[in-house]
């Protein structure tokens, strides 16, 4: 399946390039600036996400789109991330619709899942306030899609708590809308199990037009 991953050099988006091509997808990898190693059945393609033009003229001919963009806070505030990853979003889903294809897998935030009955995450006391301007710019990108504003098959991913280099094990607990822990109350995954879930979600199409989230 021709797919292509935005944000394909982040600590996520690399996974998940990395796990497509390891299934025999083809893979148009975009990133802003960075180089990739050249590998096979993989295309790299620096461009801004910003533009809906470039989306589409990239996007077209493809059977689905995966973005794990993120502005990184390293380099931005979270108030410059919360302007950026409403623009770069707004410009991926025109340049989807204009290339005509309908599947799309947003990777989100953990902030929108629900810590606890009627609270989501970043809305409980135990979430960084630091982080907070772009977790709620994340958490409107998934109501905006649960509310049809968005004529697309999409799936949106969350993350648990704590998402890290670590071992691809395949072994993972899926949820929907609330935060999962184990039983030492703990909220994590490995990148390369999540990049597992979202690849497994492109083969499989469980969540169409719903929210998934992956954790041990």
Known sequence: MPIVVFGASGNIGSNIRNEALLRGHRVTAVTHSSTLEPAERLTAVKADIADPQVVAKIVAGHDAVISAYS??????????????????????????????????IIVGGVG??????????????????????????????????????HDLDWTYVSPPLSIKAGERTGRFRLGEDALLRDEAGESRISEADFAIAILDELDKGQFIRRRFTAAY
Not at 129 to 147: D, Q
């Open 112 to 149: 929108s899942l629900q810590a606890s009955p009627g609270t989501d995450v970043v809305d409980s006391d135990f979430y960084p306030a630091e982080h907070k301007a772009h977790t709620l710019r994340n958490r409107e990108i998934l109501r905006s899609l649960k509310r049809g504003e």
């Open 71 to 104: 502005p990184g806070l390293r380099r931005h505030s979270a108030e410059e991330a919360a302007g950026l990853i409403e623009r770069a979003h707004a410009s991926l889903f025109e340049g989807v619709k204009r290339a005509g294809v309908r599947r799309i």
